[in-house]
């Protein structure tokens, strides 16, 4: 069964079945956002619908968005419910539903049932206190003590393994009560019972990302996480819609991501810079400067394209093609970047220059990133942005008047290298 192209809201749905007016709804929606209470609620508390038909319709909601039932036949569904005050699968059947023992879902509720962590009462106290309170399930379950965060968040990430395709339902319930029973997170569960082996190198999710550089609540997080897996949407978009971050911070973690995953931090520095970024303010680049965690080998030579990647002023699809060509040829690379229009002659020369002082042991590679950031914004030459960084180099380019071209000289009496 194909799954509906348009959100499926509860509002919507009373609509489309002449259970309420545009009026009526957009009335009852307004008053929702004033009183900050879920639009069911004020539903029933507005003498729009009744508790229990509100019930039926959110039952038939939630088996449109699991793709059990149609929009269409959810629509007639609860008409019937309404005009005879049936339970719902009794007019789904008259509708030629035919429900199948092996139907099930990835619901949060259900894999928690199924798994013997929680019952079926709690479960349906925790139903009704959801909809009293607008709180996630899991949340609710939490805080009336008949769940402990730790599974919770097991449970969740389970829900997102099954949802990615790489595990099972059976595989989750089975990883599920091996952490409640051991104490295990749902990875480390299900890594013993061979279902799910680690990758061959650090990586680090969005939410412990977060949770890591203290920037939100481990609360925060599974409550978004849950509402993500429940409405389809990524975390960052969650977190970002209840503005528990803004996009430039989900933009710095995500990059973040990426760079423990291509090895270039570890996960716990990747947890201090954001840290920092989110503390006072800092760019990726001057906090992975100021805490020092750049590797730096002594007297390397850098790739051309390998400095202006991670200075940032060119993506990785920017210039494969430009590697691929020139294989290790600095020089070409620049060439091939330069006349596709990726950089100008300013960022190549200062590039290049930078490449120069790292391989001599001048510059280390998180000196040389900040000062490509430097004269990129203030078009200044490399040594002018070093002098203002107060940098001393004991080699800086001038032209020689006799010769009419460009060389070194020594300007630091003391020939010392930064440290």
């Known amino acids: 069964m194909t799954s509906e192209s348009k959100p499926i809201r509860l509002g919507d749905m009373l609509l489309d079945a002449g259970l309420l007016s545009e009026q009526d709804l957009h009335e009852a929606a307004q008053l929702a956002i004033e009183i900050s209470l879920p639009l069911g609620k004020v539903l029933v508390m507005s003498g729009f619908i009744g508790e229990v038909l509100l019930q039926k319709v959110i039952q038939a909601q939630s088996m449109v968005k699991d793709q059990l039932i149609t929009m269409s036949m959810a629509r007639d569904a609860i008409k019937v419910v309404a005009n005879e005050g049936i339970p719902l699968d009794v007019a789904l059947v008259r509708l030629g539903f035919v429900p199948h023992e092996t139907q099930t879902t990835n619901k949060l509720g259900e894999l928690l049932l199924d798994s013997g962590i929680v019952s079926y009462e709690q479960i349906n106290d925790a139903l009704k206190s959801t909809a009293d309170t607008g709180l996630p399930l899991g949340r609710v379950l939490v805080l009336t003590g008949h769940l402990k965060e730790e599974i919770l968040w097991a449970a969740l990430n389970a829900q997102v393994l099954i949802r990615d395709g790489k595990i099972t339902r059976q595989q989750a319930i089975a990883g599920l009560k091996s952490a409640l ?81 291509n090895g270039t931090l570890s996960p716990v520095g990747s947890a201090e810079v954001l840290k920092q970024i989110h503390i006072n303010g800092l760019s990726i680049v001057q906090a992975v400067a100021e805490l020092g965690l750049l590797p730096q080998r002594s007297h390397e030579t850098v790739r051309l394209g390998e400095l ?112």
């Open 308 to 419: 202006l990647k991670l200075a940032g002023l060119i993506t990785e699809p920017d210039i494969q093609e430009a590697l691929r060509l020139s294989l290790k040829n600095s020089s070409l690379v620049g060439k091939i970047l330069l006349i596709s229009g990726l950089i100008d002659e300013h960022t190549l020369h200062a590039a290049l220059r930078c490449q120069f002082l790292l391989r001599e042991g001048f510059l280390k590679q998180e000196q040389a990133i900040i000062a490509l950031h430097y004269c990129q914004r203030l078009q200044c030459s490399l040594d002018d942005a070093l002098d203002e960084l107060g940098w001393t180099v004991s080699t800086r380019r001038r032209l020689d008047p006799e010769l009419g071209m460009i060389g070194n000289v020594n300007q630091d009496n003391s020939g010392s290298r930064p440290n």
């Open 181 to 261: 029973r051991r104490h295990l997170s749902i990875e480390q569960a299900l890594d013993e019972h061979g279902i799910l082996r680690p990758g061959s190198h650090n990586k680090i999710k969005l939410g412990e990302l977060l949770v890591m550089s203290s920037v939100l609540k481990e609360s925060d997080i599974m409550d978004a996480l849950e509402l993500g897996i429940l409405h389809n949407k990524p975390l960052g978009q969650v977190l970002t819609e209840k503005k528990l971050i803004n996009k430039d911070t989900l933009a710095s973690a995500l990059r973040l991501q990426e760079m423990v995953d």
